[in-house]
């Protein structure tokens, strides 16, 4: 297409150089004021121009001539970038990817345009050619050339004025004067041009620069789209209109590219995907992954806006987590136990210290985990919900503190945010965000044991029924990761405490000696690791809870206690501690 064009214009200078040593009084003698030009009528809705805005099958489209608003649907779409980030561009139909010309005026030996002349175009919406695409032809002019004398294409052939076709191309849509289009670069405003001596009115798009591809055609990229009816349905694709989140107009519509890419371009290759995947499309690699119905049309939809990216938990960066630290542990405190493990190192749960097992209130055999001592007022938990009150798939929870920070618990308290349908999970990272967006939160009474832990951690033991893996969330901006322990729903107590039960428990050594107490160990029967520790409660109890008032009792009564009577009746040091011991097996 680029030698094609190039032959042309060696054949059009020919022509035009031999027409102009006649004297056929074809050239006009005096410029023409743009003001005062007569106005090109302009129709982007006719049947021949339309192809999805018809006013045939649309009657509301603008009339004829009528400027029309591009700021008002249908010509306004919300979308997401590659990254998830939030997009919003026009849309101006189908295009051929074939451009049309666009002659550009310069004088000779100059590499600015001619200041006051209009650029000259041969087609308009309807007819054959007309694309919203230009590819951009120099025309050099001399330096006593008077600028609109040439009006077009015909003035530009009489004259024998030298044409240079170049590879750049210009997203100029032609519109009706008066037409609005206020967002992006080379928006806000119309540029005139001339159309066969009369005037016209064009957008200049500038949000990045465009060139031919090497065949001479405006270069493409993908934006996958779903539709309220998918397009293999009656009455599906276009006319049902693009499917959005809840009454916003968010849509999960995915462009390819955004400006600042070195593939962007604004001419769209639609890839239609199956609007049961909607919830599950969120950027690039979720749409190319959703089921297709394959390219449906090329459309020209330049992108106005580009929001931040939103937090992507599969490439963010991991909060420092140390459960060890002098500040973080209590029972479990590296600098007096070295063995245990370097801060942001994987923990194993499953070996000792952390894993126990003890006896229930009945005497059954019961296993639990130990995750240190922690206090009795829970730390906020945001979790995410739409005005509709489903929750925002994708979104991750936000935690304000990790351990080793002032306020952490590994028991959270649900506040619920509740955000606008048109939010994009992972736009709020951290607390900080949630305050500068202002978006209302309710604290509920809902209590969750979620221990955060360096990530790799495993802790496998669940009742039944339980996910024993790791679940992500965000701190700061970083990635946490926690365990979610559910063997018992827990609330708030009436004063907004974690609520508490017993544990009765025997050391090697008496608390009251030296070396005594959590660091001689807990007694067991000999050759086993069945201590005779005794919970007051275990799940499905009415009062239940995870969080243990640890009682330690005398070590001589060890042989005598077998279950909750025994163990209440044992001389007991008093209240030690409170600890975080989610039972996770209890033998039936």
């Known amino acids: 297409m680029r030698a094609l064009l190039q ?29 005062t030009a007569p106005r090109v009528s302009v129709d982007r809705f006719s049947d021949a121009a339309g192809n999805l805005f018809r006013r045939s099958t649309v009657p509301s489209l603008p009339a004829t001539d009528a400027p029309i608003d591009f700021d008002a649907a249908p010509f306004v779409t919300q979308g997401l970038g590659p990254d998830g980030q939030v997009v919003r561009y026009y849309n101006f139909d189908v295009m051929p990817t074939a451009p049309a010309p666009i002659w550009v005026f310069f004088r000779e030996g100059s590499s600015t345009p001619l200041q006051g002349q209009l650029n000259v175009i041969d087609v308009v919406p309807g007819d054959p050619g007309y694309s919203d695409f230009w590819q951009v032809n120099k025309v050099l002019v001399p330096q006593d050339y008077v600028a609109n004398t040439a009006t077009s294409i015909e003035d530009i052939l009489g004259a024998g004025y030298t044409v240079e076709a170049t590879d750049m191309i210009v997203n100029c849509p032609v519109v009706p004067e008066g037409s609005t ?3 992006g670069p080379g928006a806000n405003g119309l540029t005139q041009g001339w159309y066969k001596d009369q ?30 009816v998918n397009p293999d349905q009656a009455g599906g694709g276009p006319a049902s209109g693009f499917k959005a989140q809840g009454t916003s107009d968010q849509t999960h519509n995915v462009v390819e590219t955004v400006p600042g890419d070195p593939a962007y371009s604004p001419l769209w290759d639609v890839m239609p995907y199956d609007n049961a995947e909607f919830d599950q499309v969120w950027d690039l690699a979720t749409a190319q992954a959703a089921t297709s119905f394959g390219l449906a049309a090329v459309v020209n939809c330049p992108i106005v806006f580009v929001g931040e990216a939103p937090g992507n938990p599969a490439t963010a960066s991991k909060a420092l ?59 906020p938990i945001f979790a995410f919900f739409r005005e509709s009150g489903a929750p925002v798939a994708g979104q991750l929870n936000i935690v304000g503190v990790i351990p080793g920070e002032d306020g952490y618990n590994d028991f959270w308290q649900v506040v619920k945010v509740t955000v606008p349908d048109s939010y994009i999970p992972n736009q709020v990272t951290s607390v900080q965000d949630l305050v500068n967006a202002g978006y209302a939160t309710e604290y509920t009474d809902i209590l969750v044991n979620c221990p955060v832990v360096p990530d790799g951690s495993t802790a496998v033991m669940r009742l039944a029924g339980e996910d024993n893996g790791l679940t992500k969330g965000w701190h700061d901006g970083e990635l946490i990761y926690y365990f979610n322990f559910l063997e018992a729903p827990l609330t708030t107590t009436d004063g907004g405490a974690v609520p508490t039960s017993d544990i009765f428990v025997t050391f090697n050594v008496n608390p009251d000696q030296e070396g005594g107490g959590p660091a001689s160990g807990f007694m067991v029967e000999a050759g086993t690791a069945q201590t005779h520790n005794v919970v007051e409660t275990i799940p499905g109890d009415a009062l239940y809870s995870p969080l243990w008032d640890v009682m330690p009792y ?30 996770v097996f209890v033998m039936p």
């Open 181 to 183: 289009a206020s967002e």
């Open 554 to 583: 005398d070590n001589a009564s060890f042989d005598t206690v077998s279950d909750l009577t025994s163990a209440q009746a044992a001389p007991t040091f008093g209240l030690a501690a409170v600890v975080n011991c989610p039972i």
């Open 199 to 228: 005037a016209v009115f064009y957008f200049d798009f500038n949000e990045a620069p465009l060139t031919a591809t090497a065949s001479g055609a405006v270069p493409t990229s993908d934006i996958f789209v779903t539709f309220n």
């Open 7 to 35: 032959r042309s214009t060696a054949v059009l200078l020919t022509t035009v150089a031999f027409a102009a040593c006649g004297d056929d009084g074809t050239m006009p003698e005096t410029p023409i004021d743009p003001d």
């Open 321 to 379: 987590v140390d459960r060890f630290s002098d500040t973080a542990g209590h029972l479990f405190q590296r600098s007096g136990d070295p063995s245990l493990p370097a801060a942001g190192a994987a923990i194993d749960f499953d070996s000792g210290p952390f894993i126990t097992q003890g006896l229930g209130p009945a005497g059954q055999v019961v296993r639990y985990y130990n995750f240190d001592v922690m206090p009795t007022a829970p730390a």
